[in-house]
């Protein structure tokens, strides 16, 4: 052992058969990681390491709209082709409607969700007027991050730089309704806390 090693302080404790039985338990039910967990716990005192302090920047804390909210916007930029061929498909009955790849530019991406977050509701108010910071200074990389999380999840895929490619099946007829729905019925708030709408594809 160095010099500069911290030492341990320990203290050995003599216990009954019986004591020691209800530990090995209290440990099990606790999920204590060892004997001197399961006994801190039942004293109160957190042995749990300290969380290493995350370097604050403009997306360790999300200051703007539920991500749902921006994936939605994202995604409808496929909806018209996408719904088109579902149309397609069932006119067809499937036999002629093979699905197909539709390609939608970083740029058109942009656009879209920047239009998504200046529509007025019937309310008065716009996601932009709600986060207007946010929206100035740190939407475009948002929405790379959100680009991400949808590639991650099987909706999207970029093998072409600056390119997002969806296949047009992807996303199905019912689905699409309660992307619309989203859009459409949900009005920009601050409370808004939605999980993922749609299932990870992958």
Same mark, same amino acid.
């Given at each position: ?183 459409? @019925?949900? @009005?920009?708030?601050? @409370? ?11």
């Amino acid at each position: 052992m160095t010099g500069k090693a911290k030492k341990r302080h320990d203290t050995v404790v003599r216990i009954s058969n019986e004591t020691k039985a209800a530990l090995d338990k209290h440990q099990k039910v606790s999920g204590s990681k060892s004997a001197n967990d399961a006994v801190a716990n039942l004293l109160g005192i957190d042995t749990s390491k300290p969380k290493a302090k995350k370097t604050r920047g403009v997306y360790n804390e999300h200051s703007g709209p539920s991500p749902v909210i921006i994936d939605n916007a994202i995604l409808r930029c496929w909806e018209h082709e996408a719904v088109r061929w579902q149309e397609q498909k069932t006119y067809f009955r499937g036999s002629l409607a093979e699905a197909s790849s539709i390609d939608k530019s970083r740029a058109e991406i942009n656009n879209a969700v920047r239009e998504a977050m200046e529509r007025t509701y019937s309310n008065g108010t716009t996601w932009m007027s709600l986060y207007p910071i946010w929206y100035k200074e740190s939407l475009e990389d948002y929405i790379n991050d959100r680009l991400q999380s949808l590639k991650a999840k099987g909706f999207i895929d970029n093998s072409t730089k600056g390119v997002w490619t969806m296949v047009s099946n992807v996303i199905e007829s019912e689905e699409w309704d309660l992307l619309r729905l989203v859009t459409e @019925q949900i @009005q920009p708030h601050k @409370q808004l806390n939605i999980p993922d709408l749609l299932r990870p594809r992958e």
